[in-house]
């Protein structure tokens, strides 16, 4: 995790990179809700975060809540691309002029009642699969 956040907070940083330890810091929370600030306030000067993993290994009800948050008006109204499929892609799947993004919230409250019923799933259990799952993934962004 250390390593993650070293060059998402350098140089090299990029959204996946923040994404992964977003994933990571799960795993001890609360004792990373520190560094999960440092990342939300990345985010938020930022304007957007996309990582499209984030439904795949996202459980805590603290992180889901606050990326709620975020994305409302009084949350600074941020651009998230967590969706499994990009926001982009499906608002270009979308054929009614007005109102093109409002499908897209919708999936976005459904995604999000659905992962707070994920939050009781073992933590260790999921950072263990994501490490397996996506050993090439993270083997990439460390190089």
Request: charged content about 25%; proline content about 1%.
């Amino acid at each position: 995790m250390t390593c993650f956040k070293d060059r998402a907070f350098g140089g090299k940083s990029s959204d996946s990179l923040l994404g992964h330890t977003l994933v990571l810091l799960q795993y001890d929370w609360p004792n990373h809700a520190t560094l999960f600030s440092q990342i939300i306030k990345k985010i938020q000067k930022q304007g957007s975060f996309s990582f499209n993993l984030f439904f795949n290994y996202i459980i805590n009800v603290d992180i889901l809540e606050e990326f709620s948050f975020i994305k409302t008006q009084e949350g600074g109204k941020i651009h998230l691309d967590i969706l499994p499929i990009s926001t982009s892609a499906i608002a270009q799947q979308r054929t009614v002029t007005r109102g093109v993004n409002k499908g897209v919230t919708e999936d976005f409250k459904q995604m999000m009642e659905k992962q707070i019923k994920r939050s009781e799933e073992n933590h260790e259990e999921l950072i263990r699969q994501f490490l397996k799952d996506e050993r090439t993934l993270l083997l990439s962004a460390l190089v």
